[in-house]
């Protein structure tokens, strides 16, 4: 039954640009005719180099913001806005400080209109799940950055979404607390199965937890490649699934591909300066 | 307490003798005129006088509270609407993009000398008093309100959107709380606006009040009578900046503790 539900949510977007203003009166192309496609309950992960638009790509499934040309489609029809089977995973906390952990939680539910007893209970539940019992009614600035991840976590899947969207959840963790997460990640991924798009610039990361890693080329974002993960699942821990033979081919084969663009990226980030400067120069 | 915290009580309490001391002294060997300038011991027998024997007004209680119900109305209204329109301005983009330049033309009027207008408007008696103090508390809490719907974290509001969240929701459990924060340190400042307001109200034009008392000692060319009535509104202003600091821990409780802020105070 689930599944034929979730078989709807698969995500598209066909020949997809996003421009945006800039203060100065000049147009940013973020994206470039992106077309690309996740699965219902496909785990997709996105790299490339920063700056090469991978946030707005999620912004746009979102329904937070519009694309300039080109259609984004979540189970067939056009997003028109927040829908309500997605979730979003930011990069920083978004957990609202002054709520304790629970009601952060419970927040999904008590918008959605579920009774307050009943959401609370739920919110309970989830917190377990992620391993954070007893911590109820602390507030997040008493947890440590792991934990708040856990909680935002919790908080994002209570709504049991269709399609999770995350956008460098797991950035600002050391390297030990995010191989934790991400095991963890896979585990609550694979009860509900959602389709997610997991924007990272770890392709380490990427290759551990996805099915399908799309390659992002330096701004305007286009896609470059697309490559299928073979590695079986479960996958256990994602700490020891790196010194697997296969991984380390995979890893090989895709950082080839996103080499160029990170050089490529890295030389435009240096190029401005210069010119900044020279600009500053004949000013002076 | 430390040593060094006793060695600051100690100090403070030498700034207050000597200044208060000074006073006195200079005053009694008339190298300052006290006719012009009061005396301390003057102050208090005037402040014991109006508390024994009542004021020209009637009993000095009357006139604290007629201040203070001022004062106070004024300050809850004036709150009331500063946080209203400044959420409803920093949420409506067209909204603010409309009146801003009028709140601006406002705000740069010496609102002050509308009290007189609100005197001829409301006559002698505490409504056009209450409306000043609003009126000056008003812009405060508003600015700071506005200001504090601005600086919302954009991610609190995507998030609590994306969790199902519909426009009053978001209003209420992420900007509001947010800006709670401002809101709370405009009221501080609020608080004296609205004393401000209450009183020059009652300089103005008005039966009873602290305000009375003060125009009234003037006319007498009373300066111990200035101060005492001085004195008594700075003692209630301070009462009600400690009940705002009672407030402000209570709703911002969630905050980390800074291990700095105890020893500031």
């Not at chain 2, 991610?155 to 426009?167: D, E, H, M, P, T």
């Not at chain 2, 340190?185 to 004393?195: I, K």
Request: proline residues 4%; contains cysteine.
């Amino acid at each position: 039954m689930q599944s034929n539900i979730r078989s709807d949510y698969r995500i598209e977007l066909s020949g997809v640009t996003k421009r945006f203003a800039t203060p100065d009166g000049d147009t940013f192309t973020a994206l470039r005719d992106v077309t690309m496609t996740v699965e219902p309950g496909e785990f997709c992960a996105v790299v490339g180099p920063s700056g090469c638009g991978k946030s707005t790509t999620l912004t746009l499934v979102a329904g937070l913001d519009r694309a300039s040309e080109g259609t984004v489609t979540v189970g067939g029809k056009p997003v028109a806005g927040i829908g309500r089977g997605t979730s979003f995973v930011f990069q920083t906390d978004a957990l609202l400080p002054w709520k304790t952990v629970l009601r952060n939680v419970a927040m999904g539910p008590l918008f959605r209109g579920v009774p307050k007893k009943e959401a609370l209970t739920d919110a309970g539940d989830w917190l377990r799940m992620v391993g954070l019992a007893g911590f109820e009614n602390h507030h997040p600035h008493q947890l440590s950055g792991g934990m708040r991840k856990r909680v935002a976590l919790a908080a994002a899947l209570i709504n049991e979404p269709s399609i999770l969207l995350m956008d460098e959840p797991f950035g600002a963790l050391d390297v030990q607390t995010k191989a934790i997460m991400s095991t963890e990640l896979l585990t609550l991924w694979d009860q509900s199965k959602p389709s997610v798009i997991f924007v990272t610039h770890d392709l380490e990361e990427a290759i551990a937890l996805a099915d399908k890693v799309v390659v992002l080329t330096a701004g305007p974002g286009t896609v470059k490649d697309v490559f299928r993960i073979d590695l079986p699942r479960p996958r256990g821990s994602v700490q020891e699934i790196r010194f697997g033979q296969r991984f380390t081919e995979l890893h090989h084969e895709i950082w080839e591909s996103l080499r160029d663009e990170v050089t490529r990226a890295y030389a435009r980030t240096s190029a401005p300066a210069s010119r900044v400067a020279a600009v500053e120069e004949v000013r002076s | 307490m430390t040593r060094r915290r006793l060695g600051i009580v100690a100090a403070q309490l030498a700034v207050l003798v000597i200044v208060f001391g000074g006073w006195q002294l200079f005053t009694q060997l008339k190298i300052v005129d006290p006719f012009f300038f009061g005396q301390p011991s003057g102050i208090v027998s005037t402040a014991w006088q109006w508390v024994q024997h009542g004021t020209s007004f009637g009993s000095i209680w009357l006139q604290i509270s007629t201040t203070m119900e001022e004062a106070l109305l004024g300050f809850g209204i004036g709150v009331a609407g500063g946080v209203v329109a400044g959420v409803l301005l920093g949420q409506f983009r067209f909204l603010s993009d409309v009146l801003s330049p009028y709140i601006k033309a406002v705000n740069a009027l010496p609102r002050i000398v509308l009290g007189a207008l609100f005197v001829i408007l409301l006559g002698l008696g505490m409504s056009s008093k209450v409306v000043l103090a609003a009126f000056l508390v008003f812009f405060v809490v508003f600015f700071n309100a506005y200001q504090g719907v601005r600086e919302v974290d954009g991610n609190l509001v995507n998030n609590a959107r994306i969790l199902g969240g519909s426009r009053m929701q978001v209003i209420r459990n992420v900007v509001i709380p947010s800006a709670m924060t401002w809101i709370i340190a405009s009221l501080h400042v609020a608080f004296g606006f609205a004393v401000i307001g209450a009183i020059v109200g009652e300089v103005l034009g008005a039966q009873h009040g602290l305000g009375v008392l003060i125009t009234d000692s003037q006319n007498n060319f009373n300066a111990d009578g200035i101060f005492a009535g001085m004195i008594i509104i700075g003692a209630i202003a301070l009462i009600a900046e400690w009940l705002i600091g009672l407030l402000e821990r209570r709703l911002l409780a969630w905050r980390p503790q800074m291990s700095n802020e105890a020893a500031a105070v």
